[in-house]
């Protein structure tokens, strides 16, 4: 069965660093999704794409945040310049137009120091 | 904004038993969808079971069944014949049909303990 792939699964980065967190989505899906879940809190959107460009995005993905399809298969999310607010676990999904569920991948868990 | 309220924290059954997580949820518009989210220690989200808003009927998977209240923006999971399998954290999640990049908007969780 096709899934949603991360890499990596644990990143730990020094507060100011640049992070770049990545994902394969499910080959024939169109949408595309990052959320964040900090430790004991609930999953919270950020952002969504569709057709080479943001659909959506929430209060939290600000300017230090970005997205890229830099191909036919990966779809990354870039923190420019981390904080130790943004240690969290990241959730890429995906999602086939017309279609209700949103798989999503294993998450990678990224540790701010 | 739509806001979505897991009223319950945590939650606990005895193997075999019948639970139900409750869920409620506030929103203006009439065509959206809702979720129920697993997320084990694993951390991995699974979807459990959706509902569709133009839908009357109850959604039901295997052990798992909603009850959907339009009126009252309520939707509880009921999960019959707890497995140990169950403990987790369940996500309560609203979706809304339009264009609109189709984010899922989660409530803050209910941890299911489940006990021998």
């Known amino acids: 069965e096709p899934e949603v792939t991360q890499t990596p699964s644990h990143q730990v980065t020094q507060m100011g660093q640049e992070v770049i967190l990545r994902c394969v989505p499910i080959s024939n899906h169109l949408y595309f999704y990052w959320y964040r879940q900090i430790l004991g809190q609930k999953v919270e959107f950020l952002v969504s794409f569709y057709n080479n460009e943001i659909s959506e995005k929430s209060e939290i993905f600000d300017d230090q945040f970005s997205v890229e399809r830099p191909d036919g298969s990966n779809f990354t999310l870039k923190i420019r310049s981390t904080k130790l607010e943004d240690s969290a676990m990241y959730f890429c999904?995906?999602?086939?137009?017309?279609?209700?569920?949103?798989?999503f991948g294993p998450g990678t868990r990224l540790t701010v120091t | 904004a739509q806001t979505v309220t897991q009223s319950q924290p945590e939650m606990s059954v005895q193997e075999a038993e019948t639970v139900t997580l409750s869920c409620t949820y506030d929103?203006?518009?009439?065509?959206?969808?809702l979720f129920w989210y697993k997320q084990p220690p694993s951390r991995q989200m699974i979807l459990v079971i959706r509902q569709e808003a133009y839908k009357q009927q109850n959604a039901t998977e295997n052990r798992f069944s909603v009850n959907f209240q339009k009126a009252a923006k309520s939707f509880s999971l009921k999960i019959s014949d707890s497995q140990l399998g169950d403990a987790a954290m369940y996500f309560c999640?609203?979706?809304?049909?339009?264009?609109?990049?189709?984010?899922?908007?989660f409530g803050k969780g209910t941890s299911l303990l489940v006990t021998p």
């Open positions: 929103t203006s518009e009439s065509d959206y969808y």
């Open positions: 999640a609203y979706r809304v049909d339009s264009n609109s990049g189709y984010a899922l908007n």
């Open positions: 999904a995906s999602i086939r137009t017309g279609t209700y569920e949103q798989y």
